[in-house]
């Protein structure tokens, strides 16, 4: 039977346009700078020190070799394992899902789960050109449909091309796309960590510059620089040094990648939707719980498309709900569920290493009731999505420690 695991120390640096902060000193906000924050953050969250972990587990997609390691020795170089870990936008995700099954196995009591991106803005570019890009096999998948136009950049037009097929389909409109950004930038008025805290209208929202129909500007995450860190422990270690009350256990968790299905002749698969469904099912099995019973999520809204899809993937409603869900309000204050109180990628960032685990701070805050204006009402239980296309899925679902 495997081990419990808990999440007992969580930190992360705001959000930053790539490039924009500066250092004390004037000089440039680097990942190791960020690192040294989120992580100081984490241990003193978690009240250990450094030498108590046994593992870190570092996430990034730009940077070079062993940045993992350059990153985690602003935090102390004590001979432990240090693992980098490249699994694109669900890298933050992957290197928490890492942490949690050597904990899970028995092998430690402590991990560090350690993200952190420095961005170059604009369109995510790619760093060698001598080779094939893992995404144009995704991307080929979209254009054999024959059925969208190309647009650049390719990452917004990928998930628009699901939007669309979604409208096709389902009766969808540009204003439920929309409405999702609305949301997202008004939840993240209250949170201090977000690269945007601005509110807009749902006009101002559709008439943003046209991106990718049905996408527009104000509905895209933007390139970012930060960092996360979660400190992770055993249950034996939890219960030697009285961390309970502020303990969040991961009661469910699953990494899934592409199946034979991915090029099944649809655009929502090549953008992972059966990843989605597959992980959440796989969570859902070993929590007990069921999409009713969690009251926040926070998931991967990289697009506007994505979230609405992902309300389908997850279970919140039927195949072709979502549009439902939306008008009904469903998935903010007062709805069924509170989705990216965070404000989400579209608003607070999407600094891709960090990412899975600023969700993952999100919701133990939540869960602790400790996120201020944030807070969502009576939190028994949390859901976390994280996706990359090329391509991996992470699922997790936490409760509190003391429940």
Same mark, same amino acid.
């Given at each position: 039977?495997?081990?419990?695991?808990?999440?007992?120390?969580?930190?992360?640096?705001?959000?930053?346009?790539?490039?924009?902060?500066?250092?004390?000193?004037?000089?440039?906000?680097?990942?190791?700078?960020?690192?040294?924050?989120?992580?100081?953050?984490?241990?003193?969250?978690?009240?250990?020190?450094?030498?108590?972990?046994?593992?870190?587990?570092?996430?990034?997609?730009?940077?070079?070799?062993?940045?993992?390691?350059?990153?985690?020795?602003?935090?102390?170089?004590?001979?432990?394992?240090?693992?980098?870990?490249?699994?694109?936008?669900?890298?933050?995700?992957?290197?928490?899902?890492?942490?949690?099954?050597?904990?899970?196995?028995?092998?430690?009591?402590?991990?560090?789960?350690?993200?952190?991106?420095?961005?170059?803005?604009?369109?995510?570019?790619?760093?060698?050109?001598?080779?094939?890009?893992?995404?144009?096999?995704?991307?080929?998948?979209?254009?054999?449909?024959?059925?969208?136009?190309?647009?650049?950049?390719?990452?917004?037009?990928?998930?628009?091309?699901?939007?669309?097929?979604?409208?096709?389909?389902?009766?969808?409109?540009?204003?439920?796309?929309?409405?999702?950004?609305?949301?997202?930038?008004?939840?993240?008025?209250?949170?201090?960590?977000?690269?945007?805290?601005?509110?807009?209208?749902?006009?101002?929202?559709?008439?943003?510059?046209?991106?990718?129909?049905?996408?527009?500007?104000?509905?895209?995450?933007?390139?970012?620089?930060?960092?996360?860190?979660?400190?992770? /422990?055993?249950?034996?270690? =939890?219960?030697?040094?009285?961390? %309970?009350? @502020?303990?969040?256990?991961?009661? +469910?968790? #699953?990494? !899934?990648?592409?199946?034979?299905?991915?090029?099944?002749?649809?655009?929502?698969?090549?953008?992972?939707?059966?990843?989605?469904?597959?992980?959440?099912?796989?969570?859902?099995?070993?929590?007990?719980?069921?999409?009713?019973?969690?009251?926040?999520?926070?998931?991967?809204?990289?697009?506007?498309?994505?979230?609405?899809?992902?309300?389908?993937?997850?279970?919140?409603?039927?195949?072709?709900?979502?549009?439902?869900?939306?008008?009904?309000?469903?998935?903010?204050?007062?709805?069924?569920?509170?989705?990216?109180?965070?404000?989400?990628?579209?608003?607070?960032?999407?600094?891709?290493?960090?990412?899975?685990?600023?969700?993952?701070?999100?919701?133990?805050?939540?869960?602790?009731?400790? /996120?201020?204006?944030?807070? =969502?009402?009576?939190?028994?239980? %949390?859901? @976390?999505?994280?996706?990359?296309? +090329?391509? #991996?899925? !992470?699922?997790?679902?936490?409760?509190?420690?003391?429940?």
């Amino acid at each position: 039977m495997a081990n419990k695991v808990f999440v007992v120390g969580v930190g992360m640096t705001n959000f930053e346009k790539p490039g924009r902060r500066k250092n004390d000193d004037g000089s440039d906000w680097d990942y190791p700078d960020m690192a040294r924050e989120s992580g100081t953050k984490a241990l003193a969250d978690a009240g250990i020190s450094y030498d108590r972990v046994q593992a870190a587990y570092v996430g990034y997609v730009y940077g070079e070799s062993c940045s993992g390691q350059r990153a985690a020795y602003e935090l102390g170089m004590t001979g432990i394992p240090v693992v980098n870990v490249n699994n694109n936008c669900s890298t933050g995700s992957t290197a928490l899902y890492l942490a949690a099954e050597a904990i899970r196995g028995g092998r430690i009591d402590v991990a560090l789960a350690l993200g952190f991106e420095k961005m170059q803005p604009g369109s995510l570019p790619a760093t060698f050109g001598d080779r094939e890009q893992p995404g144009l096999q995704f991307i080929n998948g979209l254009l054999e449909l024959g059925k969208y136009e190309p647009r650049f950049p390719p990452a917004p037009w990928m998930f628009a091309c699901a939007g669309l097929e979604h409208m096709e389909r389902f009766g969808t409109t540009l204003e439920h796309f929309a409405k999702i950004g609305y949301k997202n930038h008004k939840h993240s008025v209250n949170n201090p960590y977000s690269q945007f805290r601005d509110e807009y209208t749902l006009d101002e929202i559709m008439n943003s510059p046209m991106i990718a129909e049905p996408v527009t500007k104000l509905q895209c995450s933007p390139t970012s620089d930060g960092s996360g860190a979660a400190v992770l /422990a055993s249950e034996a270690f =939890v219960d030697k040094h009285g961390l %309970a009350a @502020q303990a969040v256990e991961i009661v +469910g968790q #699953a990494l !899934v990648t592409d199946f034979g299905s991915t090029f099944d002749g649809t655009a929502r698969n090549i953008i992972g939707y059966d990843m989605n469904v597959a992980a959440a099912a796989k969570v859902y099995d070993e929590s007990g719980l069921g999409p009713a019973d969690f009251q926040v999520i926070e998931l991967h809204d990289c697009f506007s498309a994505n979230e609405l899809l992902l309300y389908e993937a997850l279970g919140l409603c039927a195949e072709g709900g979502a549009a439902e869900l939306i008008d009904g309000n469903q998935t903010t204050y007062g709805g069924k569920w509170v989705v990216n109180p965070s404000g989400g990628l579209i608003s607070k960032g999407h600094p891709l290493g960090a990412t899975g685990l600023a969700q993952c701070s999100e919701l133990t805050w939540q869960l602790r009731g400790t /996120a201020d204006k944030r807070q =969502v009402p009576g939190v028994t239980a %949390a859901l @976390q999505h994280n996706i990359g296309i +090329g391509g #991996a899925a !992470v699922v997790t679902a936490y409760q509190r420690a003391d429940r």
